[in-house]
């Protein structure tokens, strides 16, 4: 089996920056592709960002420009590094990874930005 474990969440004020990690262990032999996505209180879970382990990347619109997904191959990693925070990017951030068509979630982390 697989676990993540996330950390990075935390409060911070508009415009602030916080940065996420996710670290996998366990029975992993190829990832597939790695993600962040999130979910607000009454809102469906929306993707993020995502990488893939030849490391391309992929970014919902209302992030691009402000969010940068990255990823540790050799430590089975992916960081979230989230600038100029706003109020709308408030929400419990969880990791996904792939591997050999499984998905594995994180336990989410939750981010809350303030006004």
């Known amino acids: 089996q697989v676990q993540l474990v996330e950390s990075g969440g935390g409060l911070v004020q508009a415009g602030g920056s916080l940065r996420l990690s996710c670290a996998a262990s366990?029975?992993?032999?190829?990832?597939?592709?790695m993600g962040w996505y999130r979910q607000a209180p009454g809102k469906q879970r929306e993707l993020v960002a995502t990488?893939?382990?030849?490391?391309?990347?992929n970014y919902a619109d209302s992030v691009k420009g402000r969010f940068t997904i990255s990823r540790d191959n050799a430590k089975n990693t992916v960081y979230l590094q989230m600038n100029s925070l706003k109020p709308e990017d408030t929400a419990v951030y969880y990791c996904r990874i792939i591997v050999v068509f499984k998905v594995y979630w994180g336990q989410g982390t939750q981010v809350t930005v303030s006004s």
């Open positions: 990488v893939t382990s030849g490391g391309s990347t």
């Open positions: 366990g029975s992993i032999f190829s990832i597939s592709a």
